[in-house]
């Protein structure tokens, strides 16, 4: 199929939406989120993001989404995730993991996501006729008017969890704790620490300070060991004087 004709298809699934006043949105996907790029998109194709937004018209624009094959998941939901249907007889229900959802068909990641998304009325069939996607950078909308679309930046917030892994010690789970370091800049720091931690106490001559035991206990714990030592003391000296 030529791209003329192809323009030409997708064209005619616009033919009854007025398309006066909508602007054509083309975003790139490479590198984003599933969800978080499908949510946005969804309120494109609302068109909530403009001022003008009325929930009876449809003033949503076209949306035009390219590289949608290289979108990403979070954590290990390219195995868990599963996307299921009927084939409508009995014991007919069928799965299939995303990751063999993206081989068979990238683009249904993607456009399935925003159709969980957008308000199960009538308006949603023809919302999704105004969601154009891609796999790759090519498409047929290079002659339209096409206005880029950035997805804000993705924002990690420091947890704060955790501390950092002692010496000679592993974790168990080293994803999550790659995880957990990557997404923590008070938890790298601590990791940085302790990692210079040996090599400060090797140019210091190989002797690693050591802390009292008397330096971590509170006034409290050390009038009780005080008080212990001298019962003790007073029940070794009656012993002596009864001998």
């Keep these: ?38 949510e946005q998109i969804a309120v494109i194709l609302q068109g909530k993001d403009k001022p003008s937004y009325n929930p009876k018209k449809e003033q949503g624009d076209v949306v035009v989404v390219i590289n949608a094959a290289h979108v990403q998941l979070t954590h290990d939901k390219w195995n868990t995730k599963l996307y299921r249907w009927h084939t409508g007889y009995p014991g007919g229900l069928r799965a299939r993991t995303a990751k063999e959802q993206w081989e068979k068909d990238p683009r249904k990641l993607l456009l399935n996501a925003v159709d969980g998304m957008l308000p199960k009325n009538k308006s949603r069939e023809a919302r999704l006729e105004k969601l154009k996607i891609f796999p790759e950078s090519e498409h047929p909308f290079t002659d339209f008017p096409l206005v880029p679309f950035v997805p ?13 892994m002692p010496q000679g010690f592993e974790p168990a789970n080293a994803d999550r704790y790659a995880f957990r370091l990557r997404t923590s800049p008070a938890l790298q720091q601590l990791a940085q620490a302790d990692a210079a931690a040996p090599a400060a106490a090797a140019a210091a001559g190989g002797v690693r300070p050591q802390v009292g035991i008397d330096d971590l206990l509170t006034e409290e714990e050390r009038a009780a060991l005080a008080a212990a030592d001298a019962a003790e003391a007073a029940v070794a000296g009656k012993k002596v004087v009864g001998k």
């Design 152 to 164: 804000p930046p993705r924002l990690l917030r420091d947890r704060g969890l955790g501390w950092p």
């Design 1 to 38: 199929m030529s791209r003329a004709s192809e323009a030409i298809k997708h064209l005619k699934d616009l033919q009854h939406i007025n398309l006066e006043g909508l602007r054509f949105r083309i975003v790139d996907a490479k590198g984003q989120v599933v969800g978080r790029l499908a």
